[in-house]
T-cell receptor
Framework: NAGVMQNPRHLVRRRGQEARLRCSPM?????VYWYRQLPEEGLKFMVY????????ESGMPKERFSAEFPKEGPSILRIQQVVRGDSAAYFC?????????????FGDGTRLSIL | DQQVKQNSPSLSVQEGRISILNCDYT??????FLWYKKYPAEGPTFLIS?????DKNEDGRFTVFLNKSAKHLSLHIVPSQPGDSAVYFC?????????FGQGTRLTINP
């Protein structure tokens, strides 16, 4: 399966714990995007990364959230000191490098539940 | 500030007929528009897209129309099939990031 891979599919955390969500882009893609979907809403952009660089983090909450896409390994979305409002589905997407107007392809998401 | 709007939360269509899903946007800087289909517990699946320099793009049963002056796009599915039942999201791209509408739940009735 050469699609976007996200893990874990489901993650349960207690308030105050940390959540780490992982995303491996499609083969040949070096652009990664994270989106969040709250119940009954559309997906909302969080952050856009290329290898070792954050390009646009305008959708990231200012505190507790961070993202990285290291030279080796998957992209990580990290949420520190989780609160109930962080419960959502988090989707990762990827697109190829250097091509204008190419669709982003999505993984199946991580469903984060905060107890 | 909802830059992309899908005003119909749900749509019910008989199998074999045409399904028309609508989407409006406000930002004239968007230059690329996409439709995604989503099943429960899965990620959005790319269906079809259109560049702002075009007004129509067709792929099999799916056609997307873009009316730039009205800032409106629509997705036509014909003929509709039971497997088309899903939530459909339109999205607009500006500066590499996608802005999504709220989605329309399409139900195809036998």
């Amino acid at each position: 399966n050469a699609g976007v891979m996200q893990n874990p599919r489901h993650l349960v955390r207690r308030r105050g714990q940390e959540a780490r969500l992982r995303c491996s882009p499609m083969k040949g893609h070096s652009h990664v995007y994270w989106y969040r979907q709250l119940p009954e809403e559309g997906l909302k952009f969080m952050v856009y990364l290329q290898k070792e660089n954050i390009i646009d983090e305008s959708g990231m909450p200012k505190e507790r959230f961070s993202a990285e896409f290291p030279k080796e390994g998957p992209s990580i979305l990290r949420i520190q000191q989780v609160v109930r409002g962080d419960s959502a589905a988090y989707f990762c997407a990827s697109s190829p490098v250097g091509q204008r107007n190419q669709p982003q392809h999505f993984g199946d998401g991580t469903r984060l539940s905060i107890l | 500030d909802q830059q992309v709007k899908q005003n119909s939360p749900s749509l019910s269509v008989q199998e074999g007929r045409i399904s028309i899903l609508n989407c409006d946007y406000t930002n004239s800087m968007f230059d690329y528009f996409l439709w995604y289909k989503k099943y429960p517990a899965e990620g959005p699946t790319f269906l079809i897209s259109i560049s702002s320099i075009k007004d129509k793009n067709e792929d099999g049963r799916f056609t997307v129309f873009l009316n730039k002056s009205a800032k409106h796009l629509s997705l036509h599915i014909v003929p509709s099939q039971p497997g088309d039942s899903a939530v459909y999201f339109c999205a607009a791209q500006g500066a590499q990031k996608l802005v999504f509408g709220q989605g329309t739940r399409l139900t195809i009735n036998p």
